[in-house]
């Protein structure tokens, strides 16, 4: 697991995340162009994340039965053919298909991450999650800075047309510079789907999807919330300026990066607490939205920190738990990210609609106490703390 390997892993983790996020700045000129009303064009996004949604049950456990290897370079190459599919659509179906598509196989992310820890001595697992998964950030934050600059210079297409370039050239990248992913068991796909669902009883695995569950719904609260109050009084900021605050998200989600060793050092448990803190901390700062600008800017920056630091901690506990099932596992843990995400997402409009900038930010407090709450909580079947002992896993697991 050298330096080449580990930057090749993170950048499929940003390319294949970013054909799922990469429409949301340009939707109204997706909609324009293909005659989709103002009042749908939500559903060009909403179409790739429930492929998502679907490709973690069904294509994320394939990790756990083929090889990894070649099943990454698979999926980017379908993510290509998604992508190429809605960058050439002439009618609103095809692109619908075409984003269908990308979603289902953009799980490849989750892929590359069971794979990065499989591959990974058990005292790096944590420095190398940390390092692949800091792709997936630039993925969600950086398309969206990245996608406006194309639409404004060639239009929305490009956007997607320089992704499926992207996705096909890793694909052959991949098959030729990862190393072998060598196992000598491999499970039979109707197992580990029966596995997929077993895991949502066992209280390691329970508490830290909680933890994702209210993390992410945190996360989509300020994200999917904050551009309406900046584009209004006092601020009328332009969608440019308005992407801008990625780049604040972006260098704290990259500065949780080394978290990872912390839990290779056995502070999993306590990083996690100690970002959950922060987490509840940022919303008080991300409050002061309407009067402070720099306020804003120290919340965003504190909360993207404490969402990757989590999230790199969350991955390395569980594939520590259960080193045989690790794309199940990462598969179902992300099934608590989809719907937090997906709750965040939804309840923000609502409340900014009836409260102001006040109700999505008690909702995201609200929601980073309730993580903190889970963390908090004893677990009567033991956690993992100290590297490479894992306490409360049953044989099956192991």
């Known amino acids: 697991m050298n330096r080449r390997t580990r930057l090749l892993l993170a950048v499929v983790c940003g390319v294949a995340v970013a054909s799922v996020y990469a429409g949301q700045p340009v939707l109204a000129p997706m909609g324009r162009d293909l005659g989709v009303p103002a009042d749908s064009v939500g559903g060009f996004v909403a179409t790739g994340q429930l492929g998502y949604l679907a490709g973690l049950v069904l294509l994320v456990p394939l990790g756990d039965v083929l090889d990894r290897r070649r099943l990454i370079a698979a999926h980017l190459a379908l993510v290509a053919a998604g992508t190429a599919i809605t960058a050439a659509a002439p009618v609103a179906w095809a692109a ?13 992310v989750q892929t590359t991450v069971a ?9 790096e697992r944590g420095r190398n999650l940390g390092i692949v998964t800091s792709g997936v950030v630039i993925g969600i934050l950086g398309a969206r800075v990245i996608a406006g600059v194309l639409a404004d210079l ?7 047309l320089t992704l499926a370039i992207l996705a096909a050239v890793l694909a ?3 098959l030729t510079l990862l190393p072998a992913d060598a ?12 596995s997929f669902g077993g895991l949502f009883t066992r209280p390691v695995f329970l508490r830290r999807g909680l933890i994702a569950f209210f993390l992410f719904a945190s996360f989509g609260t300020l994200w999917s919330g904050m551009a309406l109050p900046l584009a209004g009084a006092p601020w009328h900021l332009s969608e440019a300026r308005i992407g801008l605050f990625g780049i604040a998200g972006l ?31 940022s919303w008080a700062a991300i409050g002061q939205l309407p009067w402070s600008l ?21 991955q390395h506990t569980l594939t520590a738990a259960y080193p045989d099932r690790t794309s199940t596992t990462i598969g179902a843990y992300m099934v608590f990210y989809s719907l937090g995400s997906a709750l965040g997402a939804a309840a923000t409009t609502a409340l900014f609609d009836a409260a102001g900038w006040t109700g999505p930010t008690v909702l995201g407090a609200a929601l980073a106490l309730c993580a903190l709450a889970a963390w908090a909580v004893p677990d009567r079947a ?3 703390d100290q590297p490479g002992r894992v306490v409360g896993a049953s044989p099956t697991t192991r």
């Open 96 to 108: 619908f298909s075409g984003l269908a598509a990308a979603g289902v196989f953009a799980v490849v």
């Open 382 to 384: 033991g956690g993992l």
């Open 115 to 123: 794979y990065t820890a499989s591959i990974s001595p058990p005292a």
């Open 154 to 160: 060639w239009g929305w297409r490009s956007i997607y």
């Open 251 to 281: 260098a704290g989600a990259l500065g949780a990066a080394r978290s990872g060793r912390w839990s290779d050092a056995g502070h999993a448990r306590r990083v996690t607490g100690i970002a959950l803190a922060l987490l509840l901390a």
């Open 172 to 174: 052959v990248l991949t």
């Open 183 to 194: 196992r000598p068991d491999r499970a039979r796909y109707g197992q580990v789907l029966r």
């Open 294 to 314: 720099p306020l804003l800017t120290l919340g965003v920056l504190l909360l993207d920190f404490a969402v990757q630091a989590v999230h790199v901690s969350n």
